[in-house]
Protein backbone atom coordinates (compact mmCIF):
# COMPACT_ATOMS: atom_id res chain seq x y z
CA UNK A 1 0.00 0.00 0.00
CA UNK A 2 1.71 3.09 -1.01
CA UNK A 3 1.13 5.67 1.52
CA UNK A 4 2.56 8.74 -1.25
CA UNK A 5 0.68 8.92 -5.23
CA UNK A 6 3.02 9.99 -7.77
CA UNK A 7 1.35 10.55 -11.11
CA UNK A 8 1.87 10.52 -14.54
CA UNK A 9 4.42 7.87 -14.69
CA UNK A 10 5.89 9.25 -17.17
CA UNK A 11 5.93 12.86 -19.29
CA UNK A 12 7.23 14.23 -22.34
CA UNK A 13 7.49 17.52 -22.61
CA UNK A 14 8.90 20.19 -25.16
CA UNK A 15 11.86 22.39 -24.32
CA UNK A 16 10.52 25.58 -22.58
CA UNK A 17 7.35 24.10 -21.94
CA UNK A 18 6.18 23.87 -17.95
CA UNK A 19 6.64 20.41 -16.53
CA UNK A 20 3.65 19.50 -13.91
CA UNK A 21 4.16 16.34 -11.48
CA UNK A 22 1.29 15.50 -9.25
CA UNK A 23 1.35 13.47 -6.07
CA UNK A 24 -1.06 12.75 -3.17
CA UNK A 25 -0.45 11.55 0.47
CA UNK A 26 -3.02 9.48 3.30
CA UNK A 27 -1.01 10.22 6.12
CA UNK A 28 -2.28 13.32 7.67
CA UNK A 29 1.01 13.99 10.04
CA UNK A 30 3.11 14.18 7.34
CA UNK A 31 4.85 17.51 7.78
CA UNK A 32 7.70 17.87 5.21
CA UNK A 33 7.68 17.24 1.73
CA UNK A 34 10.68 17.10 -0.59
CA UNK A 35 11.20 16.27 -4.45
CA UNK A 36 14.34 14.11 -5.48
CA UNK A 37 15.95 14.44 -8.75
CA UNK A 38 17.50 11.40 -10.02
CA UNK A 39 19.81 10.82 -13.09
CA UNK A 40 20.57 7.30 -14.59
CA UNK A 41 23.34 5.89 -12.85
CA UNK A 42 23.06 7.76 -10.27
CA UNK A 43 21.55 8.30 -6.65
CA UNK A 44 18.50 10.93 -5.92
CA UNK A 45 19.61 14.41 -4.98
CA UNK A 46 17.59 16.68 -2.68
CA UNK A 47 15.86 19.35 -5.40
CA UNK A 48 13.27 20.91 -3.37
CA UNK A 49 11.20 20.52 -0.04
CA UNK A 50 8.30 22.10 1.66
CA UNK A 51 6.45 22.11 4.73
CA UNK A 52 2.77 22.24 5.12
CA UNK A 53 2.79 26.01 6.86
CA UNK A 54 3.08 27.87 3.48
CA UNK A 55 1.12 27.20 0.35
CA UNK A 56 4.24 27.33 -2.50
CA UNK A 57 7.86 27.64 -2.43
CA UNK A 58 10.37 28.82 -5.63
CA UNK A 59 13.45 28.06 -5.85
CA UNK A 60 14.89 29.11 -9.70
CA UNK A 61 12.51 27.30 -12.31
CA UNK A 62 11.07 24.60 -9.83
CA UNK A 63 8.05 25.57 -7.90
CA UNK A 64 6.31 23.27 -5.03
CA UNK A 65 2.68 23.77 -4.82
CA UNK A 66 0.52 22.67 -1.67
CA UNK A 67 -2.95 21.90 -1.24
CA UNK A 68 -2.71 20.36 2.60
CA UNK A 69 -6.90 20.38 2.49
CA UNK A 70 -6.78 17.87 -0.33
CA UNK A 71 -3.59 16.58 0.38
CA UNK A 72 -1.80 17.15 -2.47
CA UNK A 73 1.65 18.24 -3.76
CA UNK A 74 3.03 19.40 -7.20
CA UNK A 75 6.17 20.46 -8.73
CA UNK A 76 6.41 22.49 -11.49
CA UNK A 77 9.25 23.26 -13.94
CA UNK A 78 9.14 26.43 -15.89
CA UNK A 79 10.70 26.69 -18.95
CA UNK A 80 11.99 22.60 -19.09
CA UNK A 81 14.87 21.81 -20.55
CA UNK A 82 16.74 19.07 -22.34
CA UNK A 83 19.15 18.82 -19.23
CA UNK A 84 16.23 18.33 -16.73
CA UNK A 85 15.45 15.01 -18.30
CA UNK A 86 15.50 12.58 -14.89
CA UNK A 87 13.59 10.57 -12.99
CA UNK A 88 11.54 12.80 -10.32
CA UNK A 89 10.15 11.25 -7.16
CA UNK A 90 7.99 12.87 -4.25
CA UNK A 91 8.21 12.14 -0.69
CA UNK A 92 6.42 12.56 2.78
CA UNK A 93 7.85 12.27 6.27
CA UNK A 94 7.04 13.29 9.80
CA UNK A 95 9.06 15.31 11.73
CA UNK A 96 11.75 13.54 13.67
CA UNK A 97 10.60 10.19 12.24
CA UNK A 98 13.17 8.29 9.84
CA UNK A 99 10.25 6.50 7.34
CA UNK A 100 10.15 8.81 4.70
CA UNK A 101 8.08 7.32 2.13
CA UNK A 102 8.20 7.87 -2.16
CA UNK A 103 5.96 7.62 -4.51
CA UNK A 104 6.55 5.51 -7.28
CA UNK A 105 8.23 8.17 -9.70
CA UNK A 106 8.11 10.06 -13.13
CA UNK A 107 10.12 9.75 -16.16
CA UNK A 108 10.41 13.28 -17.46
CA UNK A 109 11.80 13.74 -21.27
CA UNK A 110 12.26 17.18 -22.27
CA UNK A 111 12.40 17.19 -26.28
CA UNK A 112 14.99 20.06 -27.52
CA UNK B 1 34.06 15.45 0.63
CA UNK B 2 32.87 12.33 -0.97
CA UNK B 3 29.30 12.14 0.85
CA UNK B 4 27.60 8.75 1.18
CA UNK B 5 30.06 6.14 -0.45
CA UNK B 6 28.38 2.57 -1.59
CA UNK B 7 30.73 -0.30 -2.33
CA UNK B 8 30.00 -2.45 -4.52
CA UNK B 9 28.56 -0.72 -7.61
CA UNK B 10 27.58 -3.49 -9.24
CA UNK B 11 27.07 -7.18 -7.86
CA UNK B 12 25.51 -10.67 -9.95
CA UNK B 13 25.16 -13.45 -6.98
CA UNK B 14 23.23 -17.22 -7.58
CA UNK B 15 20.62 -18.33 -5.60
CA UNK B 16 21.39 -18.74 -2.24
CA UNK B 17 24.88 -17.03 -2.01
CA UNK B 18 25.20 -14.72 0.40
CA UNK B 19 26.72 -11.18 0.10
CA UNK B 20 27.31 -7.65 2.52
CA UNK B 21 26.58 -4.20 0.71
CA UNK B 22 28.85 -1.40 2.62
CA UNK B 23 27.85 1.86 3.34
CA UNK B 24 30.03 4.98 4.92
CA UNK B 25 29.00 8.47 4.83
CA UNK B 26 31.62 11.52 5.78
CA UNK B 27 28.60 13.99 6.70
CA UNK B 28 28.67 13.18 10.89
CA UNK B 29 25.04 12.28 9.82
CA UNK B 30 22.92 10.91 12.88
CA UNK B 31 20.72 8.94 10.92
CA UNK B 32 21.54 5.98 8.04
CA UNK B 33 19.14 3.76 5.58
CA UNK B 34 18.72 1.76 3.02
CA UNK B 35 16.17 1.45 0.34
CA UNK B 36 15.69 -0.37 -3.05
CA UNK B 37 14.45 0.89 -6.06
CA UNK B 38 11.76 -1.25 -7.10
CA UNK B 39 10.74 -0.24 -10.73
CA UNK B 40 7.28 1.28 -10.47
CA UNK B 41 6.87 1.30 -6.95
CA UNK B 42 10.07 4.18 -6.08
CA UNK B 43 12.19 3.59 -3.55
CA UNK B 44 10.77 1.37 -0.71
CA UNK B 45 13.05 1.83 2.62
CA UNK B 46 14.47 -1.69 4.16
CA UNK B 47 15.98 -0.95 7.27
CA UNK B 48 17.10 2.81 8.96
CA UNK B 49 19.25 3.29 11.92
CA UNK B 50 18.16 6.28 13.63
CA UNK B 51 21.48 6.58 15.54
CA UNK B 52 24.72 4.98 16.56
CA UNK B 53 23.85 1.31 18.47
CA UNK B 54 19.93 1.20 16.89
CA UNK B 55 18.10 -0.38 13.78
CA UNK B 56 14.75 -0.82 12.87
CA UNK B 57 12.61 -2.17 10.07
CA UNK B 58 11.83 -0.13 6.84
CA UNK B 59 8.92 -1.43 4.50
CA UNK B 60 9.84 -4.63 3.31
CA UNK B 61 12.88 -5.78 6.03
CA UNK B 62 12.26 -9.37 4.94
CA UNK B 63 15.51 -11.05 3.33
CA UNK B 64 17.59 -8.72 4.83
CA UNK B 65 19.79 -7.71 7.38
CA UNK B 66 21.73 -4.68 8.68
CA UNK B 67 24.40 -3.60 10.93
CA UNK B 68 25.20 -0.18 12.67
CA UNK B 69 28.90 -0.48 12.77
CA UNK B 70 29.90 2.88 13.85
CA UNK B 71 28.39 6.31 12.73
CA UNK B 72 29.72 6.56 9.76
CA UNK B 73 29.24 2.54 8.41
CA UNK B 74 26.32 1.17 7.84
CA UNK B 75 25.60 -2.30 6.01
CA UNK B 76 23.30 -4.32 4.56
CA UNK B 77 23.63 -8.28 4.66
CA UNK B 78 21.28 -10.75 2.23
CA UNK B 79 21.82 -14.29 3.49
CA UNK B 80 20.35 -16.34 1.25
CA UNK B 81 19.64 -14.19 -2.07
CA UNK B 82 16.57 -14.89 -4.21
CA UNK B 83 15.89 -13.34 -7.70
CA UNK B 84 13.25 -11.47 -6.19
CA UNK B 85 15.82 -9.34 -4.61
CA UNK B 86 17.28 -8.00 -7.59
CA UNK B 87 17.14 -4.21 -7.60
CA UNK B 88 19.13 -1.58 -7.01
CA UNK B 89 20.17 -0.85 -3.47
CA UNK B 90 20.44 2.59 -2.76
CA UNK B 91 21.86 3.89 0.96
CA UNK B 92 21.40 7.17 2.70
CA UNK B 93 22.19 9.19 5.46
CA UNK B 94 20.53 12.50 7.09
CA UNK B 95 21.35 14.48 10.48
CA UNK B 96 18.30 13.32 11.68
CA UNK B 97 14.73 12.03 11.34
CA UNK B 98 12.50 14.17 8.85
CA UNK B 99 15.58 16.20 7.13
CA UNK B 100 16.80 15.62 3.84
CA UNK B 101 18.13 12.38 2.95
CA UNK B 102 21.73 12.51 0.89
CA UNK B 103 22.13 9.04 -1.14
CA UNK B 104 24.66 7.61 -2.31
CA UNK B 105 24.54 6.25 -6.39
CA UNK B 106 23.67 2.39 -5.99
CA UNK B 107 24.76 -0.96 -5.84
CA UNK B 108 23.26 -2.50 -9.20
CA UNK B 109 22.41 -6.64 -7.46
CA UNK B 110 21.31 -9.73 -10.00
CA UNK B 111 20.45 -12.50 -8.43
CA UNK B 112 20.35 -15.31 -10.81
Known amino acids: QQQVKQSPQSLIVQKGGISIINCAYENTAFDYFPWYQQFPGKGPALLIAIRPDVSEKKEGRFTISFNKSAKQFSLHIMDSQPGDSATYFC???????????FGAGTRLTVKP | NAGVTQTPKFQVLKTGQSMTLQCAQDMNHNSMYWYRQDPGMGLRLIYYSASEGTTDKGEVPNGYNVSRLNKREFSLRLESAAPSQTYVYFC???????????FGNGTRLTVT
Open chain 1, 91 to 101: AASIRNNNDMR
Open chain 2, 92 to 102: ASSRQGGSPLH
